[in-house]
Nanobody, 126 residues
Framework: QVQVAESGGGLVQTGGSLRLSCVVS????????MGWFRQGPGKEREFVAA????????SYADTVKGRFTISKDNARNTVFLQMDSLKPEDTAIYYC???????????????????WGQGTQVTVSS
């Protein structure tokens, strides 16, 4: 079982920034595809950002494109989500997901990820 642990959530003001971190226990983290998803109050879990196995391909939800950046540090088994220009609608529990992929693409469907973190709360005040 691959362990995934998010951190870095918190309370920020509109327009502020926050960086989420996700540590993955996989021995072969460098070849994992990673994704970030979120679930806001009363909403379904939705895709936020994804990174393919070698970091060459990314995908972002239209709602966060240009504001959020996904990246990873293989030496630290960590994936990051840099969130800038935060809006109240970004308020959600953010989840990190990992998968040993069968394709070279950034994966945007939650069902494609077998390993998930517990979530970290991000609250953006208006």
């Amino acid at each position: 079982q691959v362990q995934v642990a998010e951190s870095g959530g918190g309370l920020v003001q509109t327009g502020g920034s926050l960086r989420l971190s996700c540590v993955v226990s996989a021995h072969t983290f460098a070849v994992y595809a990673m994704g970030w998803f979120r679930q806001g109050p009363g909403k379904e879990r939705e895709f936020v950002a994804a990174l393919n196995w070698n970091g060459a391909r990314t995908s972002y939800a239209d709602t966060v494109k240009g504001r959020f950046t996904i990246s990873k540090d293989n030496a630290r088994n960590t994936v990051f989500l840099q969130m800038d220009s935060l809006k109240p609608e970004d308020t959600a529990i953010y989840y990190c997901a990992a998968v040993l992929p069968r394709t070279p693409y950034a994966l945007v469907e939650a069902t494609e990820y077998p390993s998930w973190g517990q979530g970290t709360q991000v609250t953006v005040s208006s």
